[in-house]
C-alpha cells in the first residue's frame, strides 16, 4: 500500500496522532508531508509506504492557511494557548491594518517562535522554553505570497488568508503585524486549506476512515508528482532497476519512470545523458 492520504486534521490533537491512525489501518509505515501544530486544523498530506520517500520533494512547496489573529494580547506561544504576558493593547481598525500588509510580504526575514521544534543544541525549542531556559532564534528567510484581510472575527480579532513557502510560521506573522502596528497580536485559529497539491476539498476527517474503505482514499504516488512520463524498453528497464545507469538522449532532470507493464516504478535521474533510478516507490 503505497500513496497519500489527505487528512482533515481535527483541532486539539497532534500531527503524529492522526499518522499513528493511518499506520494503524494501513499496518504500513506513513509519515506526514508538514506537521501542524495541534490547535490548527485542515489539510495534513501523510504518505503510505514508500510515498514517505518522496518529503524532499515537498519541502518547498506552497502553503495557504486560514487565520484569525486576536490583537492586543501577547503569550509566551504567540497563540492563546500558551501564557497571557499581556492583554487589553490596543485593537488596530481594517485601513491601518491593510496599510502594513505589503511590508509583510515577499521574501522576510522571519524570526522563529520559541515554542517550536527548532533544534537548539540537540533539544527543541519548545522543550527549552518549557524549562524556563533563556534563548533566541536567528532570523531565517521564508517567502509571503500574500496576505488577504478576510474580515473582522470579533471587537479584538480579524481573519486572514495567507499564502506563504515552507518553513513559515504563521504565529510569527501575528506577531510582526502586532508590533508593525505598535501592538501586540497572537494567533487565535488557524486552518491549512492547501498544502502543495492537496487541498482541503480533498481532505477526510480520520474518523471517517477505516481499514476497510482507507484504499478509497489514497493518492496514487505519480499522480501528485510533477514529472514527464518515460518507459524504458525491457532491456534499459532490467538494468536501472537492478541500480545500473543506461545511454539517454534526455535533458538533465527528473523523470516519473515505469515499468513496461505501464506500472509506476519511481524516479530516474537524467545527468550528462545517463540515466539511473533515483527512488523506488512502487
Not at 27 to 50: E, F, K, Q, R, Y
Not at 71 to 85: A, I, K, N, P, Q
Not at 205 to 222: G, K, V
Not at 248 to 277: H, M, Q, W
Given at each position: 500500500?503505497?500513496?497519500?492520504?489527505?487528512?482533515?486534521?481535527?483541532?486539539?490533537?497532534?500531527?503524529?496522532?492522526?499518522?499513528?491512525?493511518?499506520?494503524?489501518?494501513?499496518?504500513?509505515?506513513?509519515?506526514?508531508?508538514?506537521?501542524?501544530?495541534?490547535?490548527?486544523?485542515?489539510?495534513?498530506?501523510?504518505?503510505?509506504?514508500?510515498?514517505?520517500?518522496?518529503?524532499?520533494?515537498?519541502?518547498?512547496?506552497?502553503?495557504?492557511?486560514?487565520?484569525?489573529?486576536?490583537?492586543?494580547?501577547?503569550?509566551?506561544?504567540?497563540?492563546?494557548?500558551?501564557?497571557v504576558l499581556k492583554t487589553g493593547g490596543r485593537v488596530p481598525d481594517e485601513s491601518e491594518i491593510e496599510s502594513i500588509i505589503p511590508e509583510?510580504?515577499?521574501e522576510v526575514m522571519q524570526i522563529p517562535p520559541n515554542y517550536?521544534?527548532?533544534?537548539?543544541?540537540?533539544?527543541?525549542?519548545?522543550?527549552?522554553?518549557?524549562?524556563?531556559?533563556?534563548?533566541?532564534l536567528p532570523p531565517k528567510k521564508v517567502n509571503v505570497y500574500s496576505i488577504k484581510l478576510l474580515k473582522r472575527a470579533s471587537h479584538t480579532a480579524y481573519s486572514f488568508e495567507i499564502e506563504c513557502?515552507?518553513?513559515?510560521?504563521?504565529r510569527s506573522i501575528a506577531r510582526d503585524m502586532g508590533a508593525k502596528l505598535e501592538t501586540c497580536?497572537?494567533?487565535?485559529?488557524?486552518?491549512?486549506?492547501?498544502?502543495?497539491?492537496?487541498?482541503?476539498?480533498?481532505?477526510?476527517?480520520?474518523?471517517?476512515?477505516?481499514?476497510?474503505?482507507?484504499?478509497?482514499?489514497?493518492?496514487?504516488?505519480?499522480?501528485?508528482?510533477?514529472y514527464r512520463s518515460i518507459y524504458p524498453d525491457a532491456a534499459d528497464a532490467k538494468k536501472l532497476f537492478n541500480g545500473l545507469s543506461v545511454p539517454c538522449e534526455l535533458p538533465d532532470g527528473i523523470y516519473k519512470i515505469y515499468f513496461t507493464d505501464g506500472s509506476f516504478y519511481g524516479l530516474a535521474e537524467a545527468n550528462l545523458r545517463k540515466l539511473k533510478v533515483r527512488t523506488k516507490l512502487c
Amino acid at each position: 500500500m503505497t500513496g497519500f492520504v489527505v487528512i482533515d486534521k481535527a483541532v486539539g490533537v497532534s500531527s503524529a496522532h492522526e499518522v499513528n491512525i493511518l499506520k494503524r489501518l494501513s499496518g504500513t509505515p506513513c509519515g506526514h508531508m508538514g506537521t501542524l501544530d495541534p490547535m490548527a486544523s485542515g489539510v495534513l498530506p501523510i504518505a503510505i509506504g514508500n510515498a514517505a520517500r518522496l518529503f524532499d520533494y515537498f519541502l518547498d512547496k506552497r502553503k495557504t492557511y486560514i487565520a484569525e489573529f486576536q490583537f492586543g494580547t501577547d503569550s509566551d506561544t504567540l497563540d492563546t494557548t500558551g501564557t497571557v504576558l499581556k492583554t487589553g493593547g490596543r485593537v488596530p481598525d481594517e485601513s491601518e491594518i491593510e496599510s502594513i500588509i505589503p511590508e509583510l510580504c515577499g521574501e522576510v526575514m522571519q524570526i522563529p517562535p520559541n515554542y517550536s521544534a527548532k533544534n537548539i543544541d540537540g533539544k527543541r525549542g519548545y522543550q527549552l522554553a518549557r524549562e524556563g531556559v533563556q534563548f533566541s532564534l536567528p532570523p531565517k528567510k521564508v517567502n509571503v505570497y500574500s496576505i488577504k484581510l478576510l474580515k473582522r472575527a470579533s471587537h479584538t480579532a480579524y481573519s486572514f488568508e495567507i499564502e506563504c513557502g515552507g518553513g513559515t510560521y504563521i504565529r510569527s506573522i501575528a506577531r510582526d503585524m502586532g508590533a508593525k502596528l505598535e501592538t501586540c497580536a497572537v494567533m487565535s485559529a488557524l486552518q491549512r486549506t492547501q498544502s502543495g497539491c492537496f487541498s482541503i476539498d480533498k481532505a477526510v476527517p480520520t474518523s471517517r476512515l477505516t481499514a476497510e474503505n482507507l484504499q478509497d482514499f489514497i493518492i496514487s504516488t505519480d499522480s501528485v508528482l510533477p514529472y514527464r512520463s518515460i518507459y524504458p524498453d525491457a532491456a534499459d528497464a532490467k538494468k536501472l532497476f537492478n541500480g545500473l545507469s543506461v545511454p539517454c538522449e534526455l535533458p538533465d532532470g527528473i523523470y516519473k519512470i515505469y515499468f513496461t507493464d505501464g506500472s509506476f516504478y519511481g524516479l530516474a535521474e537524467a545527468n550528462l545523458r545517463k540515466l539511473k533510478v533515483r527512488t523506488k516507490l512502487c
